[in-house]
């Protein structure tokens, strides 16, 4: 168990709905990951927080955002969904510095 | 640009030997960091090791180590005396300068086979 959870473990939508992912990083760490890793597009970095501020953009959508809480909790909002954005997103949490990583257990979405 | 790239989509090994999987990269930063992340087929993502370009020492942890070739651009992952527990797919992957994103690999799949 890493420590780091994520809710929910699944979700099925429709195409066109929205959606929020949580993420609760290991107590104490103020850096927090999101990745999305699908068929097409392999793995991919999102976003990166730390201490609530935005610390990195990737491969983001402008259809998806994120942020990062004052209890240090993220969530991954997914609007208009597509098929495409089926996929598994994870979220990890490091303590600051990208040397180690934790990682949630990963939300499996499908969009129908 | 493609920045990291695996060559080996599946390797084999032979339990308790070791096993190089190869990840070279592309980058014209001077600093950057670079990482290997294990994934079973449970679909958990583990990360495994990191490397910083300025570190003069090989990143060691356990059984696995970084064989880091600045010149060449490759970060090699070594996993030594191969367990059935190994058997997973294994990402390589590259962040410049912090304040950047990281990029990934195709990865390899790893078979330990008994």
């Known amino acids: 168990d890493s420590g780091v959870t994520q809710t929910p473990k699944h979700l099925i939508t429709a195409t066109g709905q929205r959606v929020t992912l949580r993420c609760s990083p290991r107590?104490?760490?103020?850096?927090v990951y999101w990745y999305q890793q699908s068929l097409d597009q392999g793995l991919q970095f999102l976003i990166q927080?730390?201490?609530?501020?935005?610390?990195a953009k990737g491969n983001i959508l402008e259809r998806f955002s994120a942020q990062q809480f004052p209890d240090l909790h993220s969530e991954l909002n997914l609007s208009s969904l597509e098929l495409g954005d089926s996929a598994l997103y994870f979220c990890?949490?490091?303590?600051?510095?990208?040397?180690?990583?934790?990682f949630g257990p990963g939300t499996r979405l499908t969009v129908l | 640009a493609q920045k990291i790239t695996q060559t080996q989509p599946g390797m084999f090994v032979q339990e308790k030997e070791a096993v190089t999987l190869d990840c070279t990269y592309d980058?014209?930063?001077?600093?950057?960091?670079l990482f290997w992340y294990k994934q079973p087929s449970s679909g958990e993502m583990i990360f495994l090791i990191y490397?910083?370009?300025?570190?003069?020492q090989n990143a060691t942890e356990g059984r696995y180590s970084l064989n880091f070739q600045k010149a060449r651009k490759s970060a090699n992952l070594v996993i030594s005396a191969s367990q059935l527990g190994d058997s997973a797919m294994y990402f390589c992957?590259?962040?410049?300068?912090?304040?950047?994103?990281?990029?990934f690999g195709t990865g390899t799949s790893l078979t330990v086979i008994p």
């Open positions: 990890a949490s490091s303590g600051g510095s990208d040397n180690e990583q934790f």
């Open positions: 980058t014209s930063d001077q600093s950057y960091g």
């Open positions: 107590s104490g760490d103020l850096s």
């Open positions: 490397q910083g370009s300025y570190d003069e």
């Open positions: 927080y730390y201490n609530g501020e935005e610390r």
């Open positions: 992957a590259m962040r410049p300068p912090p304040g950047n994103q990281f990029y």
